[in-house]
């Protein structure tokens, strides 16, 4: 991330897979977060066909802020975050990528900067395609399954009701997250957030 008060513009992508039957899924978590930013921004989603994403722009924290949907499925993702940032000239330093993540509990948010992909088919798309994994991360736990039950069943299930109630604080604090990165950089925002 540019240093705090840059004046580029920063690409936010939010993953998950598009489609009603996946709305509400704890693998779209990436998507309602980037809704959030887009209410907090007064921006609206429209298809973008040169990126293959639902993109809407606004100001987030002082700056430009291009969010982004991709429209093809999770494994996908690479193609349309990367179509996105060369369209909007965006340095891949400038991205934030939004994610649901296994390995914390239902709602903890955490920063960080490149890194492992942690089995996330989405973020090995995005690193393949970019041909770096070095870009910024908004990592929102959605907690292991239970017992046995296979983990790419479990991301696309609906959230539980006991969830379902705690969910949109969680989305505000992720939302949060992403807009602390914009203005205080990834180490001040860390320390805020964790």
């Known amino acids: 991330m540019s240093a705090p008060g840059a004046s580029g513009p920063v690409l936010v992508a939010g993953l998950g897979n598009p489609g009603a039957e996946y709305d509400g899924t704890r693998h779209n978590v990436g998507f309602a977060v ?12 429209s298809a973008h066909r040169k990126s293959g994403a639902d993109v809407a722009e606004g100001r987030l924290a002082g700056r430009r802020a291009i969010l982004v949907k991709p429209r093809g499925y999770m494994n996908l993702s690479g193609g349309p975050v990367t179509n996105a940032l060369r369209f909007f000239s965006v340095p891949p330093e400038d991205l934030v990528v939004v994610h649901d993540d296994l390995d914390l509990e239902f709602g903890v ?3 960080k900067r490149g890194g492992g992909e942690g089995g996330h088919n989405g973020l090995r798309s995005i690193s393949k395609s970019l041909g770096t994994k070095d870009y910024l991360r908004v990592r929102f736990g959605i907690g292991r399954p239970p017992g046995r039950q296979d983990p790419a069943d479990y991301v696309l299930r609906r959230w539980s009701s006991t969830e379902r ?15 602390a990165l914009l203005t205080e950089g990834l180490e001040p925002a860390q320390n805020r957030i964790h």
């Open 34 to 45: 980037a809704d959030v930013l887009a209410g907090r921004a007064g921006a609206r989603f």
């Open 109 to 111: 948010v955490r920063l």
């Open 165 to 179: 109630r705690e969910l949109d604080v969680s989305l505000e604090l992720a939302a949060d997250a992403v807009e």
